[in-house]
């Protein structure tokens, strides 16, 4: 029986060494590339040049190297395929059984802050991939590794049945094609991007498995959290856990509605969400201050939120999280007074967002059955709008204040959206209600003995003068609002009629 023949050629070489020394104890003669193959060599561990094999030197900066008839021959051939073997025994291929390849690190590449076009094109793996698809498509008669986390397993069954099993075989190999597909993708998206292009003809995209989740929105709903590769540190992908129980699945949604809301801020913040929605926002001079208002917007429903501030946590606020049960506190970071505190509660959920790093702007995709809808963040905010004052009075400096934080909130409530606040804080949240005035009739309801002095802001224009009126008969002095309604005049007139000084944007903030 001829010697069994292992091709390895790495770019990431955590346990290679180790791995290939085994291989070497069970039988395998290793031809290897480039790095490996001085690493290899370093280690006093027998090896083959690949240009050997192919009895061609490697040319074009290693640019080729294994694209080679000697080495996907050896791949490719098929054991139990009589033709297959007379041409290879014919053309004096030898087979190849096992691969061990990873790629050129493109994805590290690209995320280094000096990287030119030029280094990402560099750092496209071309061999790489040949080799894993080839060795992956013919997996019944080669063994394929991709990922050192594999290394252990297919040790383990060499040592005990000098093969590896047809499962582990074809596992490896979909594990390979998932390898390349996303390798690929990422490849595609750098270089979409780079050409400007905005709707491509087709849509490939890649996640990183972050973590598993007990279940979905429900118990009987399987579900896994996938991370972008090149997610923003600002998200809740990028979080760091501190403390407490896994993230549900529930837990992540409202976490990143949260995250979304407090960075509209630049002065200290405090967003509480329930359910998608938030129930309570406070500003303040300090964070303490911020978040005893966030709670007194809406005491009750903050019970079982997730709190997201925009400042560290400080003793003191923190003494003041611990009163009443909390899912998750989201923050830049936390005093170690702070962490004493809150780490008391065994199950709270305590996680770091670096949000001061810069964002970058990113394709929403929303799944459907059957299907996928892609279309831009809704980024713009109040200096984005083209204000227009439509009524007789203005709004005065206070309510100037108070318009600019509904604006801020009402973009992040599900339509249709209606919030009342004053200069600090929400006193009121209409959420996704079917028609306008009936989140209006809500946030008002809400808003009780504080709506007096409050203004409203709405995410979309008032279709006809009810919803105006209403507000004005609870004492909403000054709303902001798109406009654009063919009857806009019916709650301008409205406006007027109660002394309401309304502000008209042009940007509608739709959030199904």
């Known amino acids: 029986m001829s010697k069994r023949r292992a091709l390895v050629s790495v770019s990431d070489k955590t346990g290679i060494i180790e791995f290939v020394k085994a291989l070497v104890e069970q039988g395998f003669e290793v031809i290897s590339t480039g790095g490996t193959k001085r690493s290899l060599e370093e280690a006093n561990v027998p090896v083959i040049g690949i240009s050997e094999v192919t009895g ?43 691969v061990v390849v990873n790629l050129y690190p493109f994805k590290e590449t690209i995320t280094k802050p000096d990287c030119k076009f030029e280094d990402a094109i560099e750092n496209i793996d071309i061999g790489g991939p040949s080799m894993l698809r080839s060795a992956a498509k013919n997996h019944n008669d080669v063994i394929v590794v991709v990922d050192p986390a594999d290394y252990e397993v297919v040790l383990n069954e060499l040592k005990s049945n000098q093969d590896v099993t047809k499962e582990t075989k074809r596992r490896l190999a979909a594990k390979v094609f998932r390898h390349t597909a996303a390798y690929d ?6 270089l979409t991007n780079a050409v400007g292009e905005e709707s491509p003809e087709s849509l490939t995209v890649t996640y990183e498995r972050k973590q598993g989740l007990r279940y979905g929105e429900n118990p009987h ?128 959920r305590l996680l770091t967002v670096a949000l001061d790093k810069q964002e970058k702007p990113e394709a929403m995709l929303t799944s459907i059955h059957g299907g996928l809808l892609v279309q831009d963040e809704d980024h713009l905010g109040f200096d984005d709008a083209e204000i227009s004052i439509p009524t007789k009075r203005e709004p005065t400096e206070a309510e100037w204040e108070a318009l600019k ?32 005035v009936g989140s209006a009739d809500i946030a008002i309801k809400q808003a009780s ?47 007027d009629k109660y002394g309401i000084a309304m502000v008209m944007t042009g940007v509608r903030h739709f959030k199904h």
């Open 185 to 190: 993708a990422l490849i595609a998206e750098y």
């Open 56 to 98: 061609f030197p490697e040319i074009l900066d290693g640019r080729v190297k294994t694209l080679h008839p000697n080495i996907h021959g050896g791949l490719l051939a098929m054991r139990d395929k009589e033709e297959h073997q007379k041409q290879v025994a014919e053309h004096q291929i030898a087979p190849i059984d096992l």
């Open 405 to 436: 934080l509904a604006w801020k909130v009402v973009k992040h409530v599900k339509s249709n959206a209606i919030v009342l606040t004053n200069g600090q804080m929400t006193v009121g949240v209409g959420a996704g209600q079917m028609n306008r």
């Open 221 to 348: 709903q399987k579900a896994t959290f996938y991370k972008k590769p090149l997610a923003d540190e600002s998200s809740i992908a990028s979080a760091t856990q501190l403390h407490g129980k896994e993230l549900s699945y529930n837990n992540i949604h409202d976490a990143d509605a949260a995250l979304a809301i407090v960075k509209e801020f630049n002065e200290p913040a405090v967003v509480a969400v329930k359910h998608m929605n938030p129930c309570g926002v406070g500003t303040g001079v300090t964070i303490e201050e911020a978040y005893g208002r966030a709670y007194e917007a809406d005491s009750v429903s903050i019970f079982g939120g997730i709190v997201a501030a925009n400042r560290e946590i400080d003793e003191a606020t923190a003494l003041k999280m611990k009163d009443i049960f909390l899912e998750i506190i989201i923050a830049p970071s936390f005093t170690q007074e702070a962490l004493d505190v809150l780490t008391a509660k065994k199950n709270l």
């Open 449 to 495: 003995e504080r709506i007096e002095g409050a203004v409203m802001g709405s995410d979309a224009f008032f279709p006809m003068g009810d919803t105006v009126e209403l507000a004005g008969k609870a004492g909403v002095t000054a709303i902001i609002q798109p406009g654009g309604s063919i009857r806009d005049e019916e709650s301008i007139e409205m406006a």
